[in-house]
């Protein structure tokens, strides 16, 4: 008998495997317009109840105040919305650390989000600004710029491909209060407008405005062009002006030196806490559906497609799903403060998930002792 009492407990664990496998096929390339298994994703802040997908479309459009031209357009998004509820849910599969559901990117096909809202291009390794190694013995616990005061408020860069922009000028804010005790707001629309700096072992990798750059390459434009003014001199458009409006006389920030951080966690965080907060790259395929909590996905890509800030890390980020002490990065992202959690991004360190580890510069900032 103790073996039919066995058989439901394999045939769960069967049942299981299957489900893993299943979901974990479909983690990257083209995702199917149908999946026999998905569970329906509702949006957590309402009540939990499961709604149509009628009713969470209305729902969606008056939380983010979406309006399209004609039923035709409505209609067209109201099914990219559907697909992007099954795409949540499997993502919630692979994701379960964290919460997956309906974001502000939900009538968004996944060609249109990197479009609009990605921009990282491909960079190699810049060998001559190889961060040198730090000691890691004393690093603490626990650590946030945003407790430090070097972190400005969560920007948004609409629908323009300028995320380098906003991770390089990030960084450089951060340098730039290491070195006066001032915390600048400086200006991503100057990079995005000015800089059409080149990777010079990749000639097509160059900065483009809305349509990509390299958070390395746009530390190489600053150094070249003395700074980044501030954010109220040259004011974020969300679009690329055809002519610079860059006045030099009103640098706010300038660039001593950058460097290239190696793929050690370890490492990493030694220039975290040193040199202050890190441009980074990430493979953003998980954060259009990303409500919350610490994301550690079984499978995701290491190809970069977007660049965000790096601002701390702790030690035992937990799951609202499972539960799970998980250590992880602390991320500052550029879609406003009505994304993620309030702007931020929670992804697990120890695996290089998502290549977070692949493309970490380091800036330093001069200090001139200026009140500018």
Not at 216 to 236: H, I, M, N, W
Not at 240 to 262: E, G, H, L, P, Y
Not at 269 to 293: D, R, S
Not at 317 to 335: E, M, T, V
Request: glycine share 8%.
């Amino acid at each position: 008998m103790d073996h039919l009492r066995c058989r439901p407990l394999l045939l769960s664990l069967l049942l299981l495997l299957c489900s893993v496998v299943i979901a974990s096929s479909f983690g990257g390339g083209a995702e199917p317009d149908e999946d026999p298994l998905i569970l329906q994703v509702v949006d957590l802040e309402k009540d939990g109840l499961t709604l149509n997908a009628e009713a969470h479309f209305t729902s969606f459009m008056s939380r983010f105040g979406k309006t399209y031209a004609d039923e035709e357009e409505r209609s067209h998004r109201l099914k990219v919305f559907k697909a992007n509820l099954r795409r949540a849910a499997r993502h919630q599969r692979l994701d379960p650390t964290a919460v997956h559901g309906i974001t502000k990117f939900s009538d968004l096909t996944p060609a249109e989000f990197r479009s609009a809202y990605l921009g990282l291009r491909r960079q190699t390794p810049a060998s001559s600004h190889q961060a040198p190694i730090l000691p890691t013995n004393d690093l603490p616990t626990d650590f946030d710029w945003r407790d430090h005061g070097a972190v400005t408020g969560v920007k948004n860069q609409g629908s323009c491909g300028s995320c380098w922009s906003f991770s390089a000028a990030a960084a450089l804010e951060g340098a730039n209060f290491l070195a006066t005790g001032k915390l600048e707001s400086l200006s991503e629309q100057q990079l995005v407008d000015c800089d059409h700096m080149c990777d010079s072992d990749e000639p097509d990798a160059c900065d483009q405005g809305c349509n990509g750059g390299l958070m390395t390459t746009a530390f190489q434009y600053l150094l070249k062009s003395g700074g980044l003014v501030r954010e109220e001199d040259y004011p974020y458009t969300g679009s690329q002006r055809s002519t610079c409006k860059f006045d030099k006389s009103k640098i706010a920030a300038s660039v001593q030196n950058f460097s290239v951080v190696s793929i050690d966690e370890d490492q990493i965080a030694a220039n975290l806490v040193k040199h202050g907060p890190l441009a980074i790259g990430i493979n953003a395929v998980y954060m259009q559906t990303y409500i919350g909590g610490v994301s550690c996905p079984y499978i995701c890509g290491r190809h970069l497609d977007h660049g965000v800030l790096l601002v701390g890390y702790g030690s035992a980020g937990y799951s609202p799903i499972r539960l799970k002490q998980k250590p992880f990065w602390i991320i500052k992202n550029s879609w406003g403060e009505t994304w993620g959690e309030k702007g931020y991004y929670k992804i697990c360190r120890g695996r290089n998930v998502c290549g977070v580890d692949s493309m970490v510069s380091t800036v330093t900032a001069i200090n001139t002792q200026q009140d500018q």
